[in-house]
Nanobody, 115 residues
Framework: QAQLEESGGGLAQTGGSLRLSCTAS????????MAWYRQASGEQREFVAG???????RYGDAVKGRFTISRDRSNTRTYLQMDSLKPEDTAVYYC?????????WGQGTQVTVSS
């Protein structure tokens, strides 16, 4: 089992920045990839960014060039730096860990961007 906890959400203005953190505990040694997803009200959950064991990153088209995913060397924390925020970035952001034991999700953190 693994537990994930997101933090860093809140209210930002258009053009502003926020940094989300995901703290993992439990079977983190088995993690093969970490990712951020988001779900706006009434919408389906969508992929935002991901990072795999070798450090390769991938981004959803909506956030390319504005968001950056990173992680610490212990793989216990994953970050999402969000710059040039737009009102359409408003959503609950979720951290996901992929491992040999399956996929694990956090509870989510709300990000609201005002126009």
């Amino acid at each position: 089992q693994a537990q994930l906890e997101e933090s860093g959400g809140g209210l930002a203005q258009t053009g502003g920045s926020l940094r989300l953190s995901c703290t993992a505990s439990g079977r983190v040694f088995s993690a093969t990839a970490m990712a951020w997803y988001r779900q706006a009200s009434g919408e389906q959950r969508e992929f935002v960014a991901g990072i795999v064991g070798g450090g390769t990153t991938r981004y959803g088209d909506a956030v390319k060039g504005r968001f950056t995913i990173s992680r610490d060397r212990s793989n216990t924390r994953t970050y999402l730096q969000m710059d040039s925020l737009k009102p359409e970035d408003t959503a609950v952001y979720y951290c996901k860990m992929t491992s040999a034991w399956g996929d694990f999700w956090g509870q989510g953190t709300q990000v609201t961007v005002s126009s």
